[in-house]
């Protein structure tokens, strides 16, 4: 594959995954999380310190050309509609969606650069809750919505030079969602909602991500695709 790639919390979960997938392609990986989680030393990958919930971020450590980048931080917001308090609402955007901004914002210079030297991709993550109206998801639903739409106005803005996707995937096994999946009879319920029989795994997630930044992708943008078990559009 080759290239330089940023990944935005690429030290757990989704984003980890990602890094370790990119790792042996690459030649530079720069990641900005809050901790150092469970990313590995590797020569080619550099992390750096960043909350996307505060201002003035600092992206000059970004190299001058960028191939690809994607956002990962998310939030699990479930509750009901009646215990929702508008600040839930607020902080849900800050990070779903504001933050994308700010670190597509902090990127495009480097991205224009890489798209002028050969390819250029944005990998963003939306929910299956988006599309299916899942109960308990209000929240979470509408800011990952607003993703959605940001994808596909970028996909049209940065058209031809950028390519722009998302990924919907259903629950995934990561430390964010760690509570659904505190007991085998709770994994064991969940998997039962799928049609493929089992929740999602960060390598499923990971993979679509790689293929997206890939030239193998080079005639898709603007699209949000599901990766979810078959849940968005299968019936058992």
């Known amino acids: 594959m080759g290239g330089n790639f940023v990944v935005a919390g690429g030290s757990k979960g989704i984003g980890l995954e990602i890094v370790n997938q990119l790792t042996p392609f690459a030649d530079r ?4 999380s809050r901790s150092q989680g469970e990313l590995a030393d590797h020569e080619n990958v550099f992390r750096h310190d960043m909350d996307f919930t505060a201002n003035d971020l600092d992206f000059s450590s970004i190299p001058g050309a960028v191939n690809g980048v994607v956002y990962c931080p998310g939030t699990i917001n479930l509750r009901s509609f009646r215990a929702l308090k508008p600040a839930d609402f607020v ?11 700010k670190f597509l914002q902090g990127c495009l210079p480097s991205l224009k650069r890489g798209a002028a030297e050969g390819s250029a991709s944005v990998v963003m993550f ?3 809750a988006v599309s299916q109206g899942l ?3 209000a929240s979470v639903a509408a800011a990952k919505g607003a993703v959605e739409g940001l994808t596909r106005s970028l996909a049209a803005e940065w058209a031809p030079k950028i390519r722009v996707n998302c990924i919907a995937p259903a629950l995934t096994d990561t430390p964010l969602a760690a509570r659904f999946f505190s007991s085998p009879e709770n994994r064991e319920a969940m998997a039962s909602k799928y049609p493929l029989g089992r929740t999602g795994l960060p390598t499923d997630l990971a993979s679509t991500a790689r293929f997206l930044l890939s030239k193998e992708a080079s005639w898709m943008t603007g699209q949000v695709l599901a990766v979810d078990g078959g849940m968005s559009t299968l019936r058992k």
Do not use: R
């Open 29 to 32: 990986i720069d990641v900005y």
């Open 91 to 101: 902080a849900d955007f800050e990070v779903n969606l504001v933050g994308a901004v």
């Open 126 to 128: 939306s929910t299956v």
């Open 135 to 137: 109960s308990m998801h």
